[in-house]
């Protein structure tokens, strides 16, 4: 069995929490709209979503750890605090799934992006491969509000977090203690040469700039941008090779029934 792990950020940490609640709504939404039933979904939390997503497989574990007291003039430093924030609602959503379910590999999913239907089937059909696990090298970027999202055709574990399927013993590899918390959802070598596999298609759907993601804000997106105005032969370059790795999809009915997907209003 694959069980799902959801962090969820505090309403203290959130721009608009009604709305982010809508975010871990859908996410949890296209979670639960996996081909095989054969799955569980533990979300930890400080404060329950104000309109939660209920559903028997589904498990809310509330911690009662600090919220992380941000500077907000360190970007740096506050990404760092978020993340550890985000690294040990990981590992209590870890405990609970080990003490009340019979699990096989673990997935992380960041709490405001969508995810493939059939990753449970796929990983289900494969446990007795004794394979470490996967990492998803191609998926989508989407931007709230968008009609198409773009596919990023290699290193999407390098940019999201939503991005590794992993066995149960080996689990605690991805989580950094040092120099601070880390979920480290770029690793894809273990130790005893152990090496996670690419994930055969694009698997999930990152939501960029919904005002809520911590590390791609619009402030960012708008940077990025603004690094590409001037049409010299290495910008040229650039683009070009922005066309050839990100490839635009139409969110049209066969997309959405993918990844259980539907716009926030």
């Known amino acids: 069995m694959i069980c799902f792990l959801v962090p969820v950020k505090s309403e ?18 296209s979670i639960n709209g996996q081909k095989d039933k054969d799955f569980q ?20 574990v509330q911690v009662d750890f600090d ?11 506050d990404r760092q605090l978020k993340e550890g ?24 999913v960041d709490s405001d992006d969508c995810i493939d239907n059939g990753i449970s089937k796929y990983v289900n ?5 004794n394979i470490p696990g996967w990492y ?26 939503t991005c590794i399927i992993i066995k149960k013993e080996l689990f605690k590899q991805v989580l950094q203690q040092e120099p601070y918390l880390y979920y480290v959802h770029e690793k894809i070598e273990l130790d005893d040469n152990l090496l ?9 759907l990152y939501s ?7 590390y791609m804000s619009q402030s960012k997106m708008m940077n990025l941008i603004n690094q590409t105005k001037l049409f010299t032969v290495g910008h040229i370059k650039s683009v070009y090779s922005k066309l050839t790795r990100y490839r635009p999809r139409f969110i049209g009915g066969r997309f959405r029934k993918t990844f259980n997907f539907y716009k926030i209003s």
């Not at 209590?92 to 997935?107: G, L, P, Q, S």
């Not at 090298?137 to 290193?155: L, P, Q």
Request: proline share 5%.
């Open 12 to 29: 203290k940490l959130s721009s608009d929490w009604d709305i982010f609640s809508e975010l871990v709504k859908r996410s949890l939404k």
């Open 41 to 60: 979904i533990v979300v930890a939390c400080h404060e329950l979503p104000s309109n939660k997503f209920d559903h028997p497989q589904v498990h809310y």
């Open 67 to 77: 919220i992380p007291q941000l500077t907000n003039e360190d970007w740096e430093k």
């Open 85 to 108: 924030d985000k690294a040990r609602k990981i590992q209590v959503a870890y405990d609970y799934a080990i003490e009340n379910f019979n699990v096989d590999y673990f997935m992380v």
């Open 125 to 129: 059909s494969r446990i007795k491969n």
């Open 136 to 161: 998803v090298n191609k998926g989508y970027f989407y931007t709230e509000g968008s009609k198409f999202a773009f596919m990023i055709r290699s290193n999407f574990n390098l940019r999201c977090g």
């Open 196 to 204: 996670l596999l690419p994930y055969p298609k694009p698997a999930a």
């Open 208 to 214: 960029m700039a919904n005002g809520e993601n911590h």
